[in-house]
């Protein structure tokens, strides 16, 4: 083992599956108002979406490029035509 936990610790409360076929991945944000109420309020507090806080965990699994694109996209800086291959 490498000393870092598996992505499904550090990913919560960002769930991951698969459909039944497999084609692709989804991600999800789902709060869990109990478990992560002091990490919710220190992120509205600091207005820091949980992407970001989570963006060393999300570029492990997924890169850069995918980072990157969730950001633009986040942030409204995209057109549609930006990530077409």
Do not use: H
Not at 16 to 26: F, L
Not at 61 to 70: C, R, S, T, V
């Amino acid at each position: 083992m490498n000393g870092r936990n598996p992505s499904v610790v550090i990913f919560f409360p960002i769930t991951v599956g698969k459909p039944k076929d497999k084609s692709y991945e989804r991600v999800n944000y789902e709060p869990r108002v109990t478990l992560c109420r002091t990490a919710c309020s220190l992120g509205e507090e600091m207005k820091i979406p949980v992407y970001q806080f989570l963006k060393e965990p999300i570029i492990r699994k997924y890169g850069e490029a995918f980072y990157e694109a969730l950001d633009t996209i986040a942030k409204g800086e995209w057109e549609e035509t930006d990530f077409k291959e």
